[in-house]
């Protein structure tokens, strides 16, 4: 891919997923629960296409009488990513190893619950100069009040909001490379009507040559 002018690259970003588990989000009602997960795999699914590095963190999944593994619709999409679990509702000192080991400065965070997890890991992260962008779309709060609180609680940090859709395309924003074509198939899938314009698109791909060709 020609050189990307863009803050976030498909080589110097990680995609950081935060304790969505289906325990944690009973609680969410700041996104509905079907977009929230349809979000998650989109988004997901695009930086395994494009060799993204995934890494995901559960709390408490492991070691109580209950489990809470990841959301398997999620975990489906990231079969060979293995979760890093912990007991801290700030990931960062679990994760900050996993990190390191991309030599990579730009994260890209989505997280429930958006006003402690997300919060507390992005915040620790942008104080050791990380570049932070946190993913609204695929996050959610337990009320939109607390969800907008720490949207702006991470901004005044220093942290950058950005939806799913936004990050595609800061990684493939040149429309004719392979990169985009590798992430087109999760665009249509789970992208809405951002998903129908691809189709769209694509749908003209015989349709334009053979009108040139007969004019």
């Not at 050189?3 to 950081?16: A, F, K, Q």
């Not at 890494?55 to 408490?60: A, E, S, Y």
């Not at 590798?182 to 129908?196: E, F, H, I, Q, T």
Request: with cysteine; net charge negative; proline share 6%.
């Amino acid at each position: 891919m020609p050189d990307n002018p863009n803050e976030i690259t498909i080589d110097n970003s990680v995609l950081i997923l935060i304790d969505h588990q289906p325990w944690v989000a009973f609680s969410v009602k700041s996104i509905d629960a079907g977009l929230l997960v349809k979000n998650l795999k989109g988004i997901t699914a695009s930086a395994m296409a494009l060799d993204v590095p995934v890494i995901l963190t559960t709390v408490g999944a492991e070691g109580g009488v209950l489990k809470d593994p990841p959301i398997e619709d999620l975990a489906d999409v990231i079969p060979d990513v293995r979760p890093i679990d912990r007991v801290s509702t700030n990931a960062w000192e679990d994760i900050r190893g996993a990190v390191e080991a991309t030599d990579r400065r730009t994260l890209l965070i989505a997280g429930i619950w958006t006003e402690v997890c997300l919060a507390q890991t992005a915040v620790s992260a942008i104080a050791e100069g990380y570049r932070v962008f946190f993913v609204s779309d695929c996050s959610g709060g337990t009320s939109v009040e607390a969800h907008q609180d720490a949207k702006a609680r991470l901004v005044q940090a220093g942290a950058t909001p950005i939806n799913w859709m936004a990050v595609i395309c800061e990684w493939t924003p040149d429309f004719t490379t392979e990169e985009r074509q590798r992430v087109n198939p999760a665009v249509m899938r789970y992208g809405s009507m951002a998903g129908l314009a691809v189709e769209y698109l694509i749908a003209q791909l015989d349709v334009v040559p053979q009108a040139m060709a007969s004019s």
